[in-house]
Protein backbone atom coordinates (compact mmCIF):
# COMPACT_ATOMS: atom_id res chain seq x y z
CA UNK A 1 0.00 0.00 0.00
CA UNK A 2 1.24 3.45 -1.28
CA UNK A 3 0.59 6.89 0.94
CA UNK A 4 0.53 10.47 0.29
CA UNK A 5 1.17 12.96 3.21
CA UNK A 6 -0.05 16.30 3.06
CA UNK A 7 2.17 19.22 4.31
CA UNK A 8 1.26 19.42 8.52
CA UNK A 9 2.73 15.35 8.58
CA UNK A 10 6.25 16.02 8.25
CA UNK A 11 7.40 14.02 11.02
CA UNK A 12 4.15 11.11 10.52
CA UNK A 13 5.88 10.79 6.62
CA UNK A 14 9.40 10.34 7.86
CA UNK A 15 9.03 8.10 10.04
CA UNK A 16 6.58 6.06 8.37
CA UNK A 17 9.42 5.77 5.60
CA UNK A 18 11.81 5.09 8.34
CA UNK A 19 9.61 2.03 8.89
CA UNK A 20 10.01 1.09 5.00
CA UNK A 21 6.70 2.43 3.89
CA UNK A 22 6.23 4.14 0.95
CA UNK A 23 4.75 7.56 1.52
CA UNK A 24 5.42 10.36 -0.60
CA UNK A 25 5.47 13.89 0.90
CA UNK A 26 6.04 17.72 -0.17
CA UNK A 27 6.33 20.51 1.86
CA UNK A 28 4.77 22.63 -0.69
CA UNK A 29 1.87 21.08 -2.05
CA UNK A 30 -1.41 22.53 -3.21
CA UNK A 31 -4.89 20.68 -1.89
CA UNK A 32 -5.31 20.02 -5.89
CA UNK A 33 -2.25 18.61 -6.61
CA UNK A 34 -1.95 16.29 -3.79
CA UNK A 35 -5.43 14.80 -4.63
CA UNK A 36 -4.62 14.79 -8.48
CA UNK A 37 -1.09 12.75 -7.46
CA UNK A 38 -3.02 10.55 -5.14
CA UNK A 39 -5.36 9.24 -7.72
CA UNK A 40 -2.72 8.96 -10.32
CA UNK A 41 -0.09 6.85 -8.13
CA UNK A 42 -3.11 4.90 -6.35
CA UNK A 43 -1.82 6.61 -3.27
CA UNK A 44 -3.93 6.72 0.25
CA UNK A 45 -4.25 10.18 1.30
CA UNK A 46 -3.14 10.78 4.86
CA UNK A 47 -4.38 14.73 5.76
CA UNK A 48 -5.38 16.69 8.87
CA UNK A 49 -7.49 18.59 6.98
CA UNK A 50 -10.73 18.62 6.90
CA UNK A 51 -11.17 21.08 3.63
CA UNK A 52 -9.10 18.89 2.05
CA UNK A 53 -10.97 15.75 2.19
CA UNK A 54 -14.31 17.12 1.07
CA UNK A 55 -12.40 17.66 -2.41
CA UNK A 56 -14.72 15.41 -4.63
CA UNK A 57 -12.32 13.23 -6.04
CA UNK A 58 -10.47 12.91 -2.66
CA UNK A 59 -13.58 10.80 -1.75
CA UNK A 60 -12.80 7.13 -0.54
CA UNK A 61 -9.83 7.44 -0.62
CA UNK A 62 -8.43 9.34 2.58
CA UNK A 63 -7.49 9.08 6.14
CA UNK A 64 -8.14 11.41 8.34
CA UNK A 65 -5.26 11.50 10.49
CA UNK A 66 -5.74 12.84 14.54
CA UNK A 67 -3.52 13.98 17.23
CA UNK A 68 -1.33 16.79 17.49
CA UNK A 69 1.83 14.21 17.86
CA UNK A 70 3.77 12.25 15.21
CA UNK A 71 3.56 9.65 17.70
CA UNK A 72 -0.08 9.25 17.93
CA UNK A 73 -0.55 9.58 14.23
CA UNK A 74 1.98 6.74 14.17
CA UNK A 75 0.27 4.69 16.26
CA UNK A 76 -3.46 5.68 14.48
CA UNK A 77 -2.23 5.30 11.01
CA UNK A 78 -0.35 2.03 11.44
CA UNK A 79 -3.43 0.14 13.18
CA UNK A 80 -5.91 1.17 10.56
CA UNK A 81 -3.74 0.40 7.52
CA UNK A 82 -1.85 -3.19 9.55
CA UNK A 83 1.43 -1.98 9.39
CA UNK A 84 4.39 -3.94 11.14
CA UNK A 85 6.74 -1.51 12.56
CA UNK A 86 9.87 -3.67 12.35
CA UNK A 87 9.22 -5.84 9.58
CA UNK A 88 10.84 -3.19 6.92
CA UNK A 89 12.90 -1.01 9.03
CA UNK A 90 15.06 1.09 7.35
CA UNK A 91 15.07 -0.28 3.96
CA UNK A 92 13.84 3.05 2.47
CA UNK A 93 15.70 6.35 1.94
CA UNK A 94 14.28 9.19 4.19
CA UNK A 95 14.83 11.52 2.19
CA UNK A 96 14.08 10.24 -1.47
CA UNK A 97 11.25 7.58 -0.28
CA UNK A 98 12.79 5.02 -2.78
CA UNK A 99 13.95 1.31 -1.44
CA UNK A 100 17.75 0.93 -0.77
CA UNK A 101 19.49 -1.40 -2.41
CA UNK A 102 22.98 -3.51 -1.21
CA UNK A 103 26.13 -2.43 -2.26
CA UNK A 104 29.42 -3.66 -1.91
CA UNK A 105 31.16 -2.79 0.79
CA UNK A 106 34.77 -2.45 -1.33
CA UNK A 107 32.59 0.34 -3.73
CA UNK A 108 31.72 2.80 -0.34
CA UNK A 109 35.16 2.89 0.83
CA UNK A 110 36.05 5.71 0.00
CA UNK A 111 32.83 7.56 0.64
CA UNK A 112 32.23 6.65 4.38
CA UNK A 113 34.55 7.47 7.43
CA UNK A 114 37.20 5.02 8.20
CA UNK A 115 35.78 3.70 11.62
CA UNK A 116 32.55 3.61 9.61
CA UNK A 117 34.06 1.13 7.36
CA UNK A 118 36.02 -0.68 10.01
CA UNK A 119 33.26 -1.72 12.06
CA UNK A 120 30.26 -2.38 9.33
CA UNK A 121 29.86 -5.15 7.10
CA UNK A 122 26.56 -4.38 5.29
CA UNK A 123 25.91 -1.23 3.82
CA UNK A 124 23.07 0.21 1.47
CA UNK A 125 22.69 2.71 -0.81
CA UNK A 126 19.83 5.04 -2.59
CA UNK A 127 19.62 4.97 -6.12
CA UNK A 128 17.88 8.24 -5.89
CA UNK A 129 20.21 10.30 -4.37
CA UNK A 130 23.73 7.85 -3.95
CA UNK A 131 22.97 8.26 0.02
CA UNK A 132 25.09 5.24 1.79
CA UNK A 133 23.58 4.00 4.71
CA UNK A 134 24.35 1.32 7.70
CA UNK A 135 22.97 -0.09 10.57
CA UNK A 136 23.89 2.86 12.25
CA UNK A 137 24.17 3.76 16.18
CA UNK A 138 20.88 5.79 15.68
CA UNK A 139 19.05 2.40 15.01
CA UNK A 140 19.21 2.06 18.93
CA UNK A 141 17.63 5.31 19.47
CA UNK A 142 14.66 4.45 16.41
CA UNK A 143 13.92 1.02 18.27
CA UNK A 144 13.91 2.87 21.78
CA UNK A 145 11.46 5.46 20.07
CA UNK A 146 9.45 2.63 17.97
CA UNK A 147 8.86 0.52 21.32
CA UNK A 148 7.65 3.19 22.82
CA UNK A 149 5.23 3.85 20.64
CA UNK A 150 4.20 0.69 19.86
CA UNK A 151 4.23 -0.72 23.48
CA UNK A 152 0.96 -0.51 24.59
ZN1 LIG B 1 17.85 9.03 -1.45
Known amino acids: MMFIADAMLGRLAKWMKIMGCDVAYYRRIEDRELVHLALKDNRMILTRDTLLVRRKRAKGNFFLVEGNSYKDQ?????????????????????ECNIPLTEIDREKVKELIPEYVYGNQKNFLTCPGCGRIYWPATHKDGIMKTLEEIFRT
Open 74 to 94: LKQVAKQFSLNPYENLLTRCI
